[in-house]
């Protein structure tokens, strides 16, 4: 795997984030020129109970909701416990820590770590979902159980 030469960032809060949390995040971050990609991790909160004595029922949870996102609505179908960041350059750094300072100021701690989180060329996993691709972006994202394309938001650019 060729190493990249975009900064990436994660950031962890202490707990997992509400909707209305992860919403205001989004919107602070997304006004920050410089983010190529970003990504929200945490564990799926599916519309059907997929197992147990509930099997098959609808799932009642008020973490899945639709968000609105630079003016757009979009479903939130995890519990956000991370976030990566694919940045341009080490100059955005500042600028995300100061919103996530702003968002997290007086409700709990968090960190941010620099490092590498995201693939940045081609997997087998890809390849096999999407096949040949033109857009970068959806590099070394897809999940190989889900069903939908990784969302792109396009954000101040």
Known sequence: ???????????VP?????PETTEILLDKIYTIDGIRR???NGPNLPAIVPY???RGEIN???????????GEDYLLHVQVGAILLELDDASVIPLV???????????????????????SNMTTTD?????IVDDKRILGMSD???KQRPIILQGTK
């Open 97 to 119: 820590k100061a919103a996530c300072d702003e968002v997290f100021a007086d409700k709990f701690p968090y960190g941010i770590t620099e490092g590498t989180y995201m693939r």
């Open 52 to 54: 147990g004595p509930a």
């Open 14 to 18: 202490t707990r997992f984030l509400n």
């Open 1 to 11: 795997m060729t190493e990249t030469t975009y900064p990436q960032l994660r950031i």
């Open 60 to 70: 009642d949870n008020t973490h899945r909701r639709i968000i609105k996102v630079c």
């Open 38 to 40: 970003l990504v929200l």
């Open 144 to 146: 190989p159980k889900s």
């Open 127 to 131: 390849y096999a979902k999407y096949g």
